[in-house]
């Protein structure tokens, strides 16, 4: 039996970045870095929000009062697909703070796999913050949990 912690296969340090910046300079930063979330955090270090790649890839979302379904991108209406460029150009400057999921889950750095699997599942994330006393220390990923199955290999 796995008995596995967050913190044998989380990614650390994690990287960060506050709320006060926008949108464009948190994709570079995920890119310089080759991760697909970040960890937001305010000027105390303390955890806030994630921030992840998905954020940046047109989701469908349906919208009542309109009664039909829009795509979205950085909370943004996108209203016709070819324009995805315009919509692109015109949300660089959000900042994100405005982007970030705030009620991201998070778990802590002894909370077994079985868990982390488990709520991965269950709020469809791909990321989770690994937090301790407020702070960031780490992220698992899907990724990471490929891990598991190439050990031994």
């Not at 921030?51 to 890839?57: D, F, G, H, P, Q």
């Not at 349906?62 to 016709?80: F, N």
């Amino acid at each position: 039996m796995l008995t596995k912690l967050a913190n044998e296969i989380m990614t650390a340090p994690v990287v960060t970045i506050t709320s006060d910046k926008t949108v464009a300079a948190a994709a570079r930063v995920m890119l310089d870095n080759n991760v697909g979330s970040l960890a937001v955090v305010d000027g105390d270090g303390q955890y806030v929000g994630l921030l992840s790649e998905s954020k940046y890839i047109p989701e469908e979302t349906v919208l009542p009062y309109l009664r039909q379904t829009v795509l979205r991108v950085l909370g943004s209406e996108l209203g016709d697909p070819e324009n995805i460029e315009e919509v692109i150009k015109s949300t660089r400057d959000k900042l994100v703070g405005d982007a970030m999921r705030d009620n991201a889950p998070t778990v802590s750095p002894d909370t077994h796999l079985a868990e982390v699997a488990k709520l991965m599942v269950e709020t469809e994330s791909h990321h989770l913050p690994v937090v301790e006393d407020g702070k960031p220390v780490g992220m698992v990923s899907r990724h990471d949990m490929l891990t598991l199955f190439a050990e031994g290999e």
